[in-house]
């Protein structure tokens, strides 16, 4: 315990009073701290959130990503500056700094692997669907080959609606990927866009609709 923590916490001490940890609550350690926030929203409270679509809180991490990336670059640049204009070398920091520097340098290349992965998800997910493969978005299944559209280009979409044939696939009693792959085979459309809910233990469409271009 240090006489700064004691003053800070208010504590009156009368002279010749003999202090101890033990008249002090627990205090807590900044790692303790930090995986306190760490921890306070879980990955289920994140996901359950009802507050935000799940484009809202994606998009609202990464501005988050965003602002907290600035002052960490912000720290560094700063540190960096100090120690050349005061021509510090390496030896000179504390043997606490070095451990802590490399685990920082770990981090921000798995901070970067995680990054690139979920970019790489985001585009994988766009090229399945132009390349007539069945991706998920959300809840739903979508299976289409629309040259030159992708996914989330809705206008196009639904502009190409108007002028497409209209038809439905039979999912009765069949999970309905396999009931779409079916109807594709007998089928085989030129272009098509379907998007159906996905299949789960408490709800399967019996049929959906799909438009198709000969």
């Known amino acids: 315990?240090?006489?700064?923590?004691?003053?800070?916490?208010?504590?009156?001490?009368?002279?010749?009073?003999?202090?101890?940890?033990?008249d002090c609550p627990p205090f807590k350690t900044p790692k303790q701290i930090a995986e306190d926030d760490v921890?306070?929203?879980?990955?289920?409270?994140?996901?359950?959130?009802?507050?935000?679509?799940?484009?809202?809180?994606?998009g609202t991490a990464i501005k988050q990503m965003n602002g907290l990336l600035y002052?960490?670059?912000?720290?560094?640049?700063?540190?960096?500056?100090?120690?050349n204009e005061m021509g510090?070398?390496?030896?000179?920091?504390?043997?606490s700094t070095h451990s802590k520097l490399e685990r920082?340098?770990?981090?921000?290349?798995?901070v970067a692997k995680h990054l690139k992965e979920l970019k790489k998800e985001q585009n994988?997910?766009?090229?399945e669907g132009v390349k007539a493969g069945i991706s998920t978005i959300g809840g739903f299944n979508v299976a289409m080959k629309i040259d030159g559209v992708r996914p989330n280009d809705l206008r196009k979409i639904r502009d190409w609606q108007k002028t497409a044939k209209k038809g439905y696939?039979?999912?009765k009693g069949k999970a309905t990927v396999a009931s779409f792959k079916k109807w594709?085979?007998?089928?085989?459309?030129?272009?098509?866009?379907?998007?159906?809910?996905?299949?789960?233990?408490t709800w399967k469409d019996d049929s959906f609709e799909v438009f198709y271009t000969e």
């Open 39 to 58: 921890n306070e929203v879980t990955y289920r409270e994140f996901k359950n959130d009802e507050s935000m679509t799940s484009r809202q809180k994606v």
């Open 71 to 83: 002052q960490m670059e912000q720290l560094i640049r700063q540190s960096s500056k100090l120690k």
């Open 104 to 110: 920082v340098t770990r981090r921000v290349v798995k």
């Open 88 to 95: 510090m070398d390496p030896s000179e920091y504390w043997k």
């Open 184 to 201: 594709l085979k007998l089928y085989q459309p030129k272009e098509y866009y379907a998007k159906w809910r996905k299949d789960s233990p």
């Open 1 to 22: 315990m240090k006489l700064k923590d004691i003053l800070d916490g208010g504590y009156k001490i009368e002279q010749g009073q003999v202090f101890t940890d033990k």
């Open 124 to 127: 994988d997910h766009l090229s």
């Open 169 to 171: 696939v039979n999912a």
